[in-house]
T-cell receptor, first 113, second 110 residues
């Protein structure tokens, strides 16, 4: 099993450009998450999907949209990138919404100039 | 004040030393997680616990629910233990969304 995969690994955007970060898991998990990690701050939740067909906002959703394409895939879209969105983005999944172990992808390092 | 606080922020040790990383939280939780982030960036789950103590190899995690405190111990530390260790809590009222501490950077020198 590949676990949780993310593409791309690195990306540089200019202010105002758009892009989609892709995430897929092959563990048959129901719940999926997008986080951002910034220096001096803990991981912060952007959006999550408790199950296929549902999405909800996390702590820092502004400037992002998500799509739960199917049970395996959960994408994060930046419609008009801003320098404040320079960060490392992690996708994660777990079996169900509830107290279960989370599995993380390798991360995408995004720089917006 | 953050809801999840870790100490110390940075820790340097010599190979073989016993290491303790602390985590305090101020909210009701259903579980606490310890995660390890490797220098390359990947994050792996080490422990998930809601009471007592768990052990895996040289790693031991404890939690005191009454005091809202958890510790991660590493016995006989090794340079390969060098990583960022992150404490996260499953809040009781959050629909099980994790709240993370800022992490502790551990460096173990040979």
């Amino acid at each position: 099993n590949a676990g949780v995969t993310q593409t791309p690994k690195f990306q540089v955007l200019k202010t105002g450009q758009s892009m989609t970060l892709q995430c897929a898991q092959d563990m048959n998990h129901n719940s999926m998450y997008w986080y951002r990690q910034d220096p001096g701050m803990g991981l912060r939740l952007i959006y999550y999907s408790a199950s296929e067909g549902t999405t909800d906002k996390g702590e820092v959703p502004n400037g992002y949209n998500v799509s739960r394409l199917n049970k395996r895939e959960f994408s994060l879209r930046l419609e008009s990138a801003a320098p404040s969105q320079t960060s490392v983005y992690f996708c994660a999944s777990k079996t169900f919404l509830g107290t279960y172990e989370q599995y993380f992808g390798p991360g995408t390092r995004l720089t917006v100039t | 004040k953050n809801e999840v606080e870790q100490s110390p922020q940075n820790l340097t040790a010599q190979e073989g030393e016993f290491i303790t990383i602390n985590c305090s939280y101020s909210v009701g939780i259903s579980a606490l997680h310890w995660l390890q982030q490797h220098p390359g960036g990947g994050i792996v789950s080490l422990f998930m616990l809601s009471s007592g103590k768990k052990k895996h190899g040289r790693l031991i995690a404890t939690i005191n629910i009454q005091e809202k405190h958890s510790s991660l111990h590493i016995t006989a530390s090794h340079p390969r233990d060098s990583a960022v260790y992150i404490c996260a809590v499953d809040r009781e009222t959050s629909g099980s969304r994790l709240t993370f501490g800022e992490g502790t950077q551990l460096t173990v020198n040979p």
